[in-house]
């Protein structure tokens, strides 16, 4: 189904851009267009928040991974505009019979951008380098890697299980193998993460890339991640101006494949959506992320282009039952899914084509199931838990972000505010801290776990369940502060399963002991807009929202 969907999806929207394109050409082009081929030689795109950084690894969040897949490459990624594969830096992958090993054929004549050869003992380095992180600062950040391989040679940080990877052979310089303590359910499509970009082993090494420090609860990174980021993708780094919140990266001319169409490309950190709307009617970007649905209409009156992708994200009110022993009583945790009236929220705050949420899946990606446990908005039903659990009036410390727009999450004080003004009508006492996404808010909700409610949510990776479900609960978290062993063994269960129909099967008896336990609220699904001016051509947008900007021509 979903590829089939993402094809149309993908139609509609090569139709609206061969409309914007007769716009453009027509005597109403606006006067912004004007320029000459300087002009039509930069993008400047409008991101909605800063990266962390740019060393794919220690990232986690779509802002971090913009730039990041301009830059780097990884074995295997997914074809423009769809979940299917497609190879990158390996032209082809082969399982063994029992899953544990990996065999790629590897392209050949890349380079990474300071020149040095891209072969099978690069892949090797960097397989290992992950593998043999040294420092609980550097483990906690790697996030994805921690995920899917579950554990590192020397346990320092959040992971706690054994290694899913055991060793990497470089057969010869076009060849490398995989070696895995047990098979996953995850690859091949893992394998396309964009964390798990192939970076240059002489630069990992120049500028000191794991040397990850914390200090409290900030984090620093060394000057790989800061500065140097050395890739093979069709972009390179050229400088991160902080005073003027831009991000400039040049067209790689020796790039292996189809060479970018533009020379320049700018990244211009513009937190404020409003901002946004504004810059890109004086002219001064030529697009941006997440536009209000509010505002689609007058964006397509004033001849700009809103791409819509295909709802592949859920938003989540998450529960940290850590700091307050009421939360530990999941009449309590029903309690609050009970309290908040989804579908108005839908239709208030999400764009059209949103969907009240029961579970943590979207609805096109197996594992979801109608067999879920629902607690439909019901004050009375909340009120009547709460007076149960001995919990009515209770009073939570609700962690919101700022400075940012998600793809799951438009306008998220605004969305929190619905939600806090749903708690306090059945009777909860709602504290509610506010912090910048990059600013705090992202390590003090998943790593110190100091909230006791918090608003995140997710975009699919790649279309398997574990990437969502698995990520959320396959392990105890600081974000939710719980231990369900049960949990934790049917989502280890299920992504030990090869065959489609096992995995489906498996998940899916996953999302109903979920359901059950409430360790977080789904919310909502919503297909993400992204919006350019008439006169940007060619930009395909993807259902995983990791768009790259190479093949896309101005004017």
């Known amino acids: 189904m979903l590829p089939r969907r993402v094809a149309r999806l993908r139609r509609l929207a090569l139709i609206g851009l061969a409309g914007a394109l007769a716009v453009s050409m027509s005597a109403c082009a606006s006067q912004r267009d004007s320029g000459g081929s300087g ?11 800063a990266p962390k950084n740019f060393d794919p690894i220690f990232n986690d969040d779509g802002e971090s991974f913009r730039p990041a897949r301009q830059m780097f490459d990884t074995l295997i990624t997914y074809k423009p505009g769809t979940t299917e594969l497609q190879g990158a830096l390996a032209t082809a992958w082969t399982p063994s019979a029992d899953g544990k090993s990996w065999t790629f054929t590897l392209r050949q004549g890349v380079k990474f951008h300071d020149g040095t050869p891209f072969n099978a003992a690069a892949v090797c380095f960097n397989f290992d380098r992950w593998y043999n992180m040294k420092g609980a600062a550097a483990q906690s950040q790697m996030i994805y890697y921690g995920d ?13 299980g054994q290694p899913v990877y055991k060793s990497c052979e470089a057969k010869d310089d076009h060849t490398a193998v995989l070696n895995l303590n047990k098979a996953k359910g995850a690859f091949p499509d893992a394998f396309g993460l964009t964390s798990l970009s192939i970076s240059s082993p002489d630069a990992l090494k120049k500028y000191n890339a794991d040397a990850v420090t914390q200090s409290g609860d900030s984090f620093s990174y060394p000057a790989y991640a800061t500065d140097h980021p050395t890739g093979t993708g069709p972009y390179k780094f050229q400088s991160f101006d ?3 919140n831009t991000i400039t990266l040049v067209r790689n001319d020796d790039y292996w494949g189809e060479k970018a169409k533009i020379g320049k490309l700018i990244f211009k950190i513009i937190p404020d959506e409003n901002a946004r709307k504004q810059e890109l009617a004086a002219g001064t970007i030529d697009g941006y992320d997440y536009p209000s649905p509010a505002d689609y ?9 809103v791409l819509i992708r295909p709802a592949f994200n859920v938003l989540y009110l998450g529960i940290n039952q850590k700091n307050n022993p009421k939360l530990t009583d999941v009449r309590v945790r029903k309690a609050i899914e009970y309290a908040i009236n989804k579908d108005q929220l839908v239709k208030n705050k999400l764009p059209t084509g949103a969907y009240a949420q029961n579970q943590l899946l979207p609805n096109n990606v197996p594992g979801y199931t109608d067999a879920v446990e629902k607690h439909n908005f019901d004050q009375a039903m909340a009120k009547q838990l709460l007076n149960e659990a001995g919990a009515a009036g209770m009073t939570l410390n609700f962690y919101v972000p700022t400075e940012v727009t998600r793809p799951y999450m438009p306008n998220p004080v605004e969305i929190a505010s619905a939600i806090t003004d749903d708690l306090k009508a059945v009777g909860l006492n709602v504290n509610v801290v506010q912090e910048p996404w990059n600013g705090g808010y992202k390590d ?5 776990g100091k909230q006791d409610l918090h608003l995140l949510g997710w975009t699919g990776d790649y279309a398997d369940a574990g990437n969502f479900i698995g990520t959320f609960f396959g392990r105890q978290k600081a974000e939710f502060g719980f231990n369900n062993p049960q949990i934790f063994s049917a989502l280890s269960t299920a992504d030990a399963q090869v065959t489609a129909d096992a995995k489906k099967a498996a998940y899916e008896q996953a999302s109903v002991l979920i359901s059950q336990y409430v360790p977080a609220v789904p919310l909502a699904s919503s297909p993400p807009g992204i919006v350019v001016r008439a006169n940007v051509h060619n930009l395909i947008p993807t259902p995983l929202t990791d768009e790259r900007f190479y093949t896309v021509t101005k004017g």
């Open 39 to 49: 002009a039509n030689d930069t993008l400047v795109f409008g991101a909605a928040g």
């Open 148 to 160: 899917v391989f579950e554990g590192f040679a020397h346990n320092e940080g959040d992971a706690g």
């Open 242 to 244: 902080k005073t003027n």
């Open 297 to 305: 209409n007058a964006l397509k009156s004033a001849g700009d282009q």
């Open 444 to 448: 003090d909700v998943q790593k110190a």
